[in-house]
């Protein structure tokens, strides 16, 4: 009798084992049938570390305002981005950094918007002069001549702290990869 008592234990501990084997086996072929499913492709990978930028402002009809100026744009995986900028039009510590998001469209190009404070108005001079709220940035980036080096096509929008939107413009961009 007890014999029997331990064969019927053994072979029900079998059993579980198959069947927890089994399961064990079909978790993982689905969990990486889903991660392989959702890995991003090498072109989505493009567009993360950092990049050196130079920005030109302009009218929205291609007439450059102003010089020149530089930013630092750092592009994560998951969709996530920081940025810092130089713009002379700012006050010192006026404008905080950049935080936002950037998206995969396929291709060779990236939807990319952030957002920064505006810490404290300002009225020319500097011009033009700033109201306390937040600068939206919204662009397009390509990567046009290869993996290291891309361009830019940018609307900008400043809203004030009610949010209320006081000035936009557009601006172009390059950039290059930081190493």
Not at 28 to 57: D, K, R
Not at 110 to 131: L, R
Not at 132 to 151: K, L, R, Y
């Amino acid at each position: 009798m007890k014999a029997q008592f331990l064969k019927g234990i053994l072979e029900m501990n079998w059993r579980i084992g198959k069947a927890s084997l089994a399961m064990a086996t079909a978790a993982v072929l689905v969990l990486s049938a889903g991660w392989s499913a959702a890995a991003p492709s090498q072109g989505e990978h493009a567009i993360v570390g950092t990049w050196v930028v130079t920005v030109q402002l302009n009218n929205c009809s291609g007439t450059a305002i102003g010089g020149p100026f530089q930013s630092l744009l750092t592009f994560n995986n998951g969709g996530t981005m920081i940025e810092d900028t130089v713009n002379p039009s700012f006050a010192v510590g006026q404008r905080g950094t950049g935080h936002g998001i950037w998206e995969y469209e396929g291709g060779h190009k990236f939807a990319v918007k952030s957002v920064a404070f505006i810490n404290f108005t300002t009225t020319p001079p500097p011009p033009p002069g700033f109201a306390a709220g937040t600068q939206t940035i919204t662009q397009t980036v390509e990567f046009p001549n290869g993996p290291d080096q891309w361009t830019a096509d940018a609307q900008v929008q400043f809203a004030d702290a009610a949010g209320a939107v006081y000035r936009s413009g557009c601006a172009t961009a390059s950039a290059v990869r930081f190493e």
